[in-house]
C-alpha cells in the first residue's frame, strides 16, 4: 500500500508538490524572516526577533497540515473510487486504516520540524524538551484528514475545507496577544495548546506539562468525535 501511495503522489503534481511543500516553506520563512526583520525595524522601529518563539510555534504547526491534506485527497480519491468499501471487508478496521494513512505522515512531519528548528535557528533549540510538542503538533495531520474526510466530497472542496481550517489558527493568535483568563476559550481549537506549551518551553512562563496534556486531551477528544463521523459516513 505504501509503495502504491508514492506511485500515486508521483503522479500527481499537486500531492506532490504537498510533499515536498516542508521543505519550501523551511527556505521561504528562512529569507522572509530576516527581510520581514529588518524592514519592520527599520520602518516601524518593530523588533520581530521578540516574537520569534511565537513565529517558531506556528511554523511546527504549518508541516502536519500540509501532510494532513496530502493524505486526505489520497483517501477522498480512494473514497470515489470505492477503493474503501474493498479495504473494510478486510480484518483492517477504519480506526486502523485512518492510523495507518497517518502515520507515515506523523513520522515525516515530526522529522521535517526537528530539521526546521535547526535551519531556520531563530530560537535555541532544546531538543528534548521540545519533540512532545512536536509530536503533539503531528496529530494535525490526523485532525485535517478528518476534517477532509468529513466535510469534503472531493479535492475541490477539499481544498475549501482546509481553507476554512485555517480558523483553528486563530486560537494560538489568540493565546499570544491577549493575557486575560478569557483567553484560554480559546482552547477549545487543538493549535492553542502547541503554541502554548512550545512558548512555555523558551520562556520558562506557564505550565507546560499543563498545557501538554490539555492539548492531548483536546486533540483527543476532536480526534474521537471526527472518527465516529467518519465511520457513520462510509457504514
Known amino acids: 500500500m505504501l509503495k502504491g501511495d508514492f506511485k500515486n503522489i508521483s503522479r500527481d503534481f499537486m500531492l506532490l508538490f504537498i510533499l515536498v511543500s516542508p521543505a519550501i516553506i523551511a527556505i521561504a520563512f528562512s529569507l522572509i524572516i530576516p527581510f520581514a526583520d529588518m524592514i519592520l525595524a527599520a ?6 526577533s521578540e516574537h520569534y518563539i511565537f513565529i517558531m510555534a506556528f511554523i511546527i504547526m504549518l508541516v502536519p497540515m500540509m501532510y494532513g491534506m496530502m493524505i486526505g485527497f489520497i483517501i477522498l480519491e480512494e473514497r470515489d473510487e470505492n477503493i474503501l468499501s474493498y479495504l473494510f471487508v478486510t480484518p483492517l478496521s477504519k480506526a486502523e486504516y485512518i492510523l495507518y494513512r497517518t502515520g507515515l505522515a506523523m513520522v515525516m512531519s515530526t522529522a521535517f520540524n526537528i530539521f526546521i528548528l535547526y535551519f531556520l535557528d531563530i530560537v535555541e533549540v532544546r531538543l528534548l524538551q521540545s519533540l512532545p510538542v512536536l509530536l503533539l503538533s503531528t496529530l494535525n495531520a490526523i485532525l485535517l484528514v478528518l476534517i477532509i474526510l468529513v466535510f469534503a466530497e472531493n479535492k475541490v472542496e477539499g481544498f475549501a475545507v482546509t481553507k476554512g481550517s485555517g480558523i483553528l489558527f486563530v486560537a494560538p493568535l489568540i493565546g499570544y496577544l491577549f493575557e ?8 477549545i481549537l487543538p493549535p492553542y495548546w502547541i503554541s502554548e506549551s512550545f512558548i512555555s518551553i523558551y ?5 507546560y506539562i499543563f498545557y501538554l496534556l490539555a492539548g492531548l486531551l483536546v486533540y483527543g477528544s476532536w480526534i474521537y468525535l471526527l472518527t465516529r463521523k467518519f465511520s457513520r459516513m462510509i457504514s
Open 180 to 187: 486575560t483568563n478569557f483567553r484560554y476559550l480559546a482552547g
Open 43 to 48: 520602518e516601524l522601529g518593530f523588533q520581530l
Open 203 to 207: 520562556t520558562g512562563q506557564g505550565n
